[in-house]
């Protein structure tokens, strides 16, 4: 069966940095675009990047643009998301989903918890 | 890009149906048929319930259903149940190939 499970988040200061990972198995990882979702605590989703089956194409939402960075590793069913230059309104569960783009995000993992405070 | 326009909240009875709006912009819902619903309770990720404005995946039950008019999306419940309680989001592709979400809709099952 399908799995994502991302790991990574923690507590970091302002202007620090993170880099999340998400696991993904039970299906062909490098046929499949792949992206990174957050919410905010009681907030709603934000859509935070997306990255191509191949890694060749990357999107990122204005608020993380030139601060964040979306890779993959295709040989070990791996996406990532650096995060640097964290700020508050960073702080988030962050999602990565399978899917993305013009294509629905059908597979969630369960999300790591980062919180950008000093 | 601005997040999509939903209800804060809207409720139902058991057996009621409802139908929750999503409004965006000729740049997301008007320009593109991929909108998208998700449901989620709480502390659970979302889950999809409609993608492509008015498809179900497998799985999802019948009583699910969307549809789209120019700049508006909807996604209509009928038959409420209990479970359906949850927060409902809408998602839409833009120009620019980003996403945006709507600011999600409370789902109360009186």
């Known amino acids: 069966q399908v799995q994502l499970v991302e790991s990574g988040g923690g507590l970091v200061k302002p202007g620090g940095s993170l880099r999340l990972s998400c696991a993904a198995s039970?299906?062909?990882?490098?046929?499949?675009?792949m992206s990174w979702i957050r919410q905010a605590p009681g907030k709603g989703l934000e859509w935070v990047s997306y990255?191509?089956?191949?890694?060749?194409?990357?999107y990122c939402a204005d608020s993380v643009k030139g601060r964040f960075t979306t890779s993959r590793d295709n040989a070990k069913n791996s996406l990532f998301l650096q995060m640097d230059s964290l700020r508050a309104e960073d702080t988030a569960l962050y999602y990565c989903?399978?899917?993305?783009?013009?294509?629905?995000?059908?597979?969630w993992g369960q999300g790591t918890l980062v919180t950008v405070s000093s | 890009q601005s997040a999509l326009t939903q209800p804060a909240s809207v409720s139902g009875s058991p057996g009621q149906s409802i139908t929750i709006s999503c409004t965006g912009s000729?740049?997301?819902?008007?320009?593109?048929?991929?909108v998208s619903w998700y449901q989620q309770h709480p502390g659970k990720a979302p889950k999809l319930m409609i993608y492509?404005?008015?498809v179900r995946p497998s799985g999802v039950s019948n009583r699910f259903s969307g549809s789209k008019s120019g700049n508006t999306a909807s996604l209509t419940i009928s038959g409420l149940q209990a479970e359906d309680e949850a927060d409902y989001y809408c998602?839409?592709?833009?120009?620019?190939?980003?996403?945006?979400f709507g600011g999600g809709t409370k789902l109360t099952v009186l």
């Open positions: 989903a399978r899917g993305g783009g013009n294509y629905p995000s059908v597979y």
């Open positions: 039970g299906f062909t990882f490098s046929d499949n675009h």
């Open positions: 990255i191509s089956s191949s890694g060749s194409t990357t």
């Open positions: 000729s740049s997301d819902i008007g320009g593109y048929n991929y």
């Open positions: 492509d404005v008015s």
């Open positions: 998602s839409s592709y833009t120009s620019g190939s980003h996403v945006v």
